[in-house]
């Protein structure tokens, strides 16, 4: 394959691999066309309750991210508490519901990541530029206001909209870097008077939410993100990414947001789209796996006892404790959008050690956060649901399917990356462990390199989490197969 025609030739695949799942890579002309009138159409002013642009708000994310969904503030209250607001950028103010940008962006329900390009959900005038929390440019957004104790729980929130100025873009990895100590701190956060200290308020505030849901019983998982690098067009590597104390702030954040939007939800009698991970149907086999390293879990499933296990692996072999996350996130299943009603019981993320929990914090790259915001904007103002509880359902429903379907052109077009830079190393032997074990198939995961791939030979009687010995013996970079057998 010409080196040169890596990035082509991933794109390529990636459109297919989309339109062969029912999604769509383009945007039709009637987006467009719509798109043209909505980027001189100003925006309703008198929705806005408050003006917030006199705090000092900061945006996290990916060094080359423009979509900004988010923004960040803190204050120091008395007793050590803090009272924490999140600012998410206001996507319905501009993307009405049943419009054709709506239309389309409740088709594929998510923007997709592949490796050679992203494909948005929503236009990029709309999703990088007017409804993005740019850096020095005043936005509408949803404001999230927590209080949250010195042991690190909500003690109160509310939920309410306002105008917000994003006044630093900051990077994942140069603010872990500095929050870890062991970089410099970014320029961005130099310029702003007293956002250095404010930053580290956030920062202490989130560490105390991690530890609390991790008492009681949120999964400790490590998991791989490898991004790609590229050479001009040629694919050279996939860079392994390391979490950070950057990157838990904002999870942390989220995670507490989503939970006080489902609170205030339920508060006001209304239904929400809740994000859920069932209780694990494969827990027998997170039992045995935990039995295998010493350690005794209950028959039944309880997250608590399994965020123990895996507290325990981590200490007792580190080097190990990626391979055992990845095994235990398969075993314990995929989550889902699923409908709450006013008075159901809530089902809950067995992950996250959480009851309540919507998606609300990424309406630029999430549908079912955008249908939450409208969902919010009538209850602020007293309106009624806007939408009836059969076409929740069925919007819970489709983007249950279409997140998978989107989740599986991701991974292709990711093996099919991988594929690329290991077709030189056909014949090698490597260490591996089983990342998936089904009727469909066996799949390995490669130690060094994070590779993941089919055992076509020499898979009877393999579970998952089980370490092997594999050789690679075909490659196929249009179809992403990454085939090895059983040494």
Known sequence: MDKIANRITLQRIARKAMIARGLDPDFPESVLAELKELANQPINKTEVTRDMRDKIWCSVDNDDSLDLDQLSYAEQLPDNKVRVFVAIADVNAMVHSQSNIDIHASHNTTSVYTVAEIFPML??????????????????????????????????????????KNYAKLAYNSLGFWLEGTGPIPSEINNVEGLAENIKLQDRSAQKMKELRYKHGALNLETIEARPVFDGDTLSEMRVEQKNRAKDLIEDFMIASNGSTARFLTGKNFPSIRRVVRVPKQWERIVELASEHGFSLPEIADS????????????????????MSLSVLKLLGSGEYILEKPGDTEEGHFGLAVKDYTHSTA??????????????????????VPYSMEQL?????????????????????????????????????????????????????????????????GFNGLKVGQKLKARLTEINVEEGFIDFEHV
């Open 123 to 164: 236009p990029e005038k709309l999703s990088t530029d007017l409804t993005s929390l740019r850096y020095n440019a005043d936005r509408y957004a949803f404001v999230i206001e927590m209080v949250v104790g010195d042991d690190g729980a909500v003690e109160q929130s509310d939920v309410y909209t306002a105008i917000v």
């Open 304 to 323: 608590k006892s399994l965020s123990e296990y895996l507290n325990f692996f981590k200490q007792k072999d580190p080097d190990h404790f990626t391979d």
């Open 363 to 384: 309406p630029n790259r999430r549908y079912p956060d955008l249908v939450t915001q409208r969902l919010l904007k009538a209850a602020i103002s007293g309106k009624p």
């Open 393 to 457: 359902e069925q919007i819970a429903k489709n983007c249950t399917v279409k997140e998978d379907d989107v989740k599986k052109v991701e991974r292709q077009v990711e093996k099919s990356a991988n594929a690329i830079l290991m077709q030189s190393r056909i014949g090698e032997v490597f260490n591996a462990i089983v990342s998936g074990a089904s009727p469909k198939g066996t799949w390995i995961r490669l130690l060094n390199p994070h590779v993941e791939g089919k055992l076509v030979k």
